[in-house]
């Protein structure tokens, strides 16, 4: 079991920045594939951004050139900056570890989630 702790939300007016952090626990945190999701209200849980234990990235398209993923393991800590900020970013955000125990299946791990309101 991990436990994932989000740092970093807030209030923001449209084109403003703003960055998130999760510390994960434990001692395996290079193992684990690690995310940002948002989910607004009346709306499904959907991936922002990923980073491979290898450093490799993956973005929404809605997100691309905007936000930036980045992960520090000596930390135990995934980042995600994002600027640019749209009111369509409002959602609460949550991070996300992944453990594959074989090519396709992995155990998911969720943080409790931190708010983020963009103004127009």
């Known amino acids: 079991q991990v436990q994932l702790v989000e740092t970093g939300g807030g209030l923001v007016q449209a084109g403003g920045s703003l960055g998130l952090s999760c510390v994960a626990s434990?001692?395996?945190?290079?193992?684990?594939?690690m995310g940002w999701y948002r989910q607004a209200p009346g709306k499904q849980r959907d991936l922002v951004a990923s980073?491979?234990?290898?450093?490799?990235?993956n973005y929404a398209d809605s997100v691309k050139g905007r936000f930036t993923i980045s992960r520090d393991n000596a930390k135990n800590t995934v980042y995600l900056q994002m600027n640019s900020l749209k009111p369509e970013d409002t959602a609460a955000y949550y991070c996300?570890?992944?453990?594959?125990?074989?090519?396709?299946?992995?155990?998911?791990?969720w943080g409790q989630g931190t708010q983020v309101t963009v103004s127009s």
């Open positions: 434990g001692d395996i945190f290079s193992r684990y594939v």
């Open positions: 980073i491979a234990s290898d450093g490799s990235t």
């Open positions: 996300n570890a992944r453990l594959y125990y074989n090519r396709r299946d992995a155990y998911y791990y």
